[in-house]
């Protein structure tokens, strides 16, 4: 069983940067494939990025560019650089843990994160 908690949301204002981490317990967390997701208030849960045990990552077109998904084997932790924030990109952000392929399997319970104009 694989615990997440993400920890780094908070308020800032459009244009700025904040930096999520996810941290997991387990030893396999360096074969999982780390994705981070969000849900803003009135939509559905949508795919923000996802980082392999390799390091390659995949990223939504909303936030590429923007947004960087880095991972720390040694210290389980998956990090979510986000910079020039949008208030669109006010939501409630988690962490997923998955296999390489299919659906995430264990769900964090999300860092709000909340960018004013």
């Known amino acids: 069983q694989v615990q997440l908690v993400e920890s780094g949301g908070g308020l800032v204002q459009a244009g700025g940067s904040l930096r999520l981490s996810c941290a997991a317990s387990?030893?396999?967390?360096?074969?999982?494939?780390m994705g981070w997701f969000r849900q803003a208030p009135g939509k559905e849960r949508e795919f923000v990025g996802h980082?392999?045990?390799?390091?390659?990552?995949l990223y939504a077109d909303s936030v590429k560019g923007r947004f960087t998904i880095s991972r720390d084997n040694a210290k389980n932790t998956v990090y979510l650089q986000m910079n020039s924030l949008k208030p669109e990109d006010t939501a409630l952000y988690y962490c997923?843990?998955?296999?390489?392929?299919?659906?995430?399997?264990?769900w964090g319970q999300g860092t709000q994160v909340t960018v004013s104009s």
């Open positions: 980082i392999r045990w390799s390091g390659s990552t």
């Open positions: 387990g030893r396999t967390f360096s074969s999982y494939r």
């Open positions: 997923a843990a998955g296999a390489a392929m299919g659906e995430f399997a264990h």
